[in-house]
């Protein structure tokens, strides 16, 4: 599976974002994608995840209410809105794709494809 992200740029805190991810190469049905991100230094810590059957969305606590994952029709496309972004969103912003088990979608050990992210900067 190849993934290709998009959609990184500056914005002010309290502005609005849209991260896109392309996917080719042999998703399934039974493929979840997710977004992760990361600061230097850090370990790549969970946004989001779309069970690509069920349509499903799971977020960490931070994004709730603030990020929304989707996906397009034809599961070509993922999508993720960003709203009330704050600074401390700021981060390289990684989809990933696998077969997660639903106990460990939170890991980021637990997605074999990646892209190669998209910096997101938010400016106070």
């Known amino acids: 599976v190849q993934l290709q992200a998009s959609g990184g740029g500056l914005v002010q805190a309290g502005g609005s974002l849209r991260l896109s991810c392309a996917t080719s190469?042999?998703?399934?049905?039974?493929?979840?994608t997710a977004w992760f991100r990361q600061v230097p230094g850090k370990e790549r810590e969970f946004v989001a995840a779309?069970?690509?059957?069920?349509?499903?969305?799971y977020y960490g606590d931070f994004a709730k209410g603030r990020f929304t994952m989707s996906r397009n029709g034809d599961k070509t496309m993922v999508y993720l809105q960003m709203t009330s972004l704050k600074p401390e969103d700021t981060a390289v912003y990684f989809c990933?794709?696998?077969?997660?088990?639903?106990?460990?979608?939170?890991?980021?050990?637990?997605?074999?494809?990646w892209g190669q992210g998209t910096l997101v900067t938010v400016s106070s």
């Open positions: 990933a794709a696998g077969r997660p088990p639903l106990g460990s979608i939170r890991q980021a050990n637990s997605f074999n494809s």
């Open positions: 190469g042999g998703t399934s049905s039974s493929y979840t």
């Open positions: 779309l069970k690509w059957m069920s349509g499903n969305t």
